[in-house]
């Protein structure tokens, strides 16, 4: 299953590896579609690949640490 979502990292989280992290916990293969980062502020969208579970609880552990997890519909151009 793939799901596209948008991630708003905070700024005490960008120079973490949340997701990193998240993918490699829950089985999640990350396609990093499009990223923008300043010291302030950290902003990606991507697809998700992996069983439905396993995004769910990914994107829960991403939310819990408080990274905004946004779904995205459509294609992604820009």
Do not use: C, W
Not at 55 to 64: I, K, P, R, V
């Amino acid at each position: 299953m793939k799901r596209r979502v948008k991630l708003t990292f905070p700024p005490h989280l960008i120079k973490e590896p949340v997701l990193f992290t998240m993918a490699k916990k829950y089985d999640v293969m990350p396609n990093i579609r499009r990223a923008r980062v300043t010291e302030t502020v950290g902003e990606m969208i991507l697809e998700l690949e992996g069983e439905e579970r396993n995004l769910d609880d990914g994107l829960q552990s991403l939310t819990e640490q408080g990274v905004k997890v946004e779904l995205v519909e459509g294609d992604i151009i820009e």
